[in-house]
């Protein structure tokens, strides 16, 4: 994955026919079909057993990626952003559900925290390979990105399978009418939807870096084309060093929504270097991008942190994949609407239109807070 987000929506620009305008609108448009697959297949995880239903969404994302090479137009871009939404939403939802049912007792956040630092890992390795492609410029470059994305899919999927059947969470037979009212708790859990709504607007943050400051680097900075996948791939080694040792201080939900608050300024710090590099000096840029970048870094560590606490600690643990489910819903809408927002805003608006989306992405992180002491209060008290 790290080979094709710091290089992937340069590709559908320069190749594809398409403006910015255009690309940014299909992604979206496609994105968008495809968001309700995070619930019904979150479900089907708890219900079915989540390893299969893993392996069956990485299969679909492996499509998506290599179906890249066919889009020619808006309708075709639209098409194949929706499958990748469809692959990228079962294997959150259902890979949550898998860490509740592996991870002991009250470990999941801190299991997808360590998951998260290997991810990174992977990131990084990926972005050197797009770092040449964009130093490269040429289609054959960005075709062995495209090609190699897709494979990577399918070799975790086959790694994936090597592991034993988790049985489901859900497994009692309940009559119809318990089963109606049951089914879908999730959705009528008011303190989780609220939740996901502040996390799907605070993580519009995830999208500055994989989409805005490649872009922001190429076409407004005096800054060598390949800073635009050396940034992520400096982003993914700090959020990997960074991502345990800085979320240790969670003990619960409050220290969670702590750290989620703090991590709004840090965005709008980072955010303001990043506009500040557009048209200075080369070596000013590069100085300015990547303190910005190490900024941002912590800042997303607080964050996910924070957030991965937040969407254990506030779900049912029978319903774990509906649950995650319904959080990777909100992150797939912003996903989803972050293509039209972000890159019009921060080329377009220049400094103005950065400090917008900081301001944005504050106020989100302390909803956040908010809502977690409201949870909190309503909680029944234990008896004495």
């Not at 190429?218 to 345990?244: E, G, H, W």
């Not at 293509?339 to 992180?365: E, M, T």
Request: hydrophobic letters at 60%; glycine letters at 10%; one cysteine or more.
């Amino acid at each position: 994955m790290g080979m094709f987000l710091s290089a992937g929506t340069i590709f559908l620009i320069k190749f594809t026919g398409l403006s910015p305008v255009m690309v940014g609108l299909g992604l979206t448009i496609g994105s968008l079909i495809g968001v309700w697959a995070d619930v019904l297949v979150g479900d089907l995880a708890d219900r079915r057993g989540s390893r299969e239903v893993v392996i069956g969404s990485m299969a679909l994302e492996a499509v998506g990626s290599i179906s890249l090479l066919l889009v020619h137009n808006l309708w075709s871009l639209i098409a194949v952003a929706a499958i990748a939404a469809i692959g990228r939403g079962g294997t959150s939802s259902a890979r949550g559900a898998m860490i509740g049912v592996v991870a002991e007792q009250g470990k999941g956040a801190r299991l997808r925290a360590y998951l998260r630092a290997v991810t990174n890992v992977g990131l990084a390795i990926g972005t050197l390979s797009a770092a040449a492609a964009l130093a490269i410029g040429t289609r054959p470059a960005f075709l062995f990105l495209i090609i190699t994305d897709a494979a990577t899919f399918l070799i975790a999927a086959a790694i994936l399978s090597r592991l034993p059947h988790l049985p489901p969470t859900r497994v009692a037979k309940l009559d119809d009418a318990v089963a109606g009212e049951r089914r879908w708790i999730a959705l009528r859990d008011r303190h989780y939807l609220a939740l996901t709504i502040a996390e799907a607007v605070a993580s519009l943050q995830y999208w500055v870096l994989v989409q805005a400051l490649p872009v922001w680097i190429v076409f407004k900075t005096a800054a060598p084309r390949a800073m635009a996948a050396l940034a992520l791939f400096i982003a993914s080694i700090a959020v990997a060093a960074m991502q345990v040792p800085a979320t240790r201080s969670i003990e619960g939900p409050r220290s969670a929504a702590r750290l989620i608050t703090l991590s709004g300024p840090l965005f709008l710090i980072a955010w303001i270097m990043m506009a500040l590099s557009a048209g200075t000096a080369a070596w000013i840029a590069i100085g300015l991008l990547l303190v910005a970048v190490l900024v941002h870094s912590l800042a997303e560590v607080w964050q996910a942190g924070g957030t991965f606490e937040l969407s254990f600690a506030l779900a049912q643990p029978e319903a774990l994949g509906q649950y995650q489910g319904v959080m990777g819903l909100g992150q797939s809408i912003a996903a989803a609407v972050a293509p039209a927002i972000v890159i019009p805003l921060c080329l377009d608006g220049g400094i103005y239109g950065w400090f917008a989306l900081g301001v944005v992405v504050s106020v989100a992180g302390l909803m956040c807070a908010l809502i977690e002491r409201h949870w909190t209060r309503s909680r029944p008290r234990p008896a004495k």
